[in-house]
């Protein structure tokens, strides 16, 4: 199994955790360096022609891309433990706060869509780091609405398991970080962040612990 991977990826981070978690190890983690612009070589888009993070390919050669897929993939094909509750609401509701997090939230912030900032619209640095924390902020906002008053939120995002909603939550709060957006104010978000950071799985996929990354943040 091959992981295509760059230490700031937070979508890769999310399969870095999952990947933990299920106990697999990838025989082999290939760097593709997104501010290098390594995800437009010609050999990288014959593997994902959307020259996007992450892609993971089996040893037979299938191609697996996109995170929630390779994560739900993982989990039918590895079941413990799992990261999907059994139960059609509470699933539901995992998929939605994980959705909420990486389709309507993470896409706005990724390289290419600041390059793009920057080379059409002439937006600054100031000014696209201005875009990636509003962004940031207004899903914090939400999560914190949906989590906070949620009877269903236990230790984690959904009772006392972790789920895809908490691997989500925290590339959530990696990329806030990154965007200077402060989840101090979101007390029921940093409770359930500083809880998985305690399991290695979560510690040990950070993006700060990968190679490449640099000393600090």
């Known amino acids: 199994m091959k992981l295509f991977s760059y230490w700031r990826s937070l979508a890769t981070y999310r399969v870095r955790i999952a990947l933990n978690l299920k106990g697999i190890a990838p025989d082999e983690v290939i760097d593709v360096n997104l501010h290098q612009g390594a995800q437009r070589a010609e050999a990288f888009r014959q593997i994902n022609p959307m020259m996007a993070l992450p892609a993971l390919i089996e040893d037979d050669g299938n191609v697996l891309f996109e995170s929630l897929a390779i994560i739900e993939y993982l989990d039918e094909t590895h079941p413990n433990p799992p990261l999907l509750p059994k139960d059609p609401r509470a699933r539901a509701r995992v998929r939605g706060l994980a ?25 600054d640095e100031a000014a696209v780091m201005k875009w990636g924390h509003h962004w940031h902020q207004a899903a914090m906002i939400a999560l914190e609405t949906h989590l906070a008053g949620s009877p269903q939120t236990g230790r984690y995002c959904q009772g006392d398991t972790i789920t895809l909603a908490d691997i989500c939550l925290a590339g959530q709060a990696a990329g806030a970080a990154y965007f200077k957006c402060d989840i101090a104010p979101f007390p029921t978000i940093k409770r359930i962040v500083d809880t998985l950071m305690t399991n290695d799985a979560f510690a040990r996929a950070h993006p700060l612990k990968q190679p490449g990354a640099p000393a600090s943040p």
């Not at 959705?99 to 900032?117: G, K, M, W």
Request: with cysteine; aromatic share 8%.
């Open 99 to 123: 959705q909420l997090i990486a389709c309507d939230t993470h896409p706005l912030i990724v390289p290419r869509v600041r390059e793009y900032l920057a080379d059409e619209f002439h937006a």
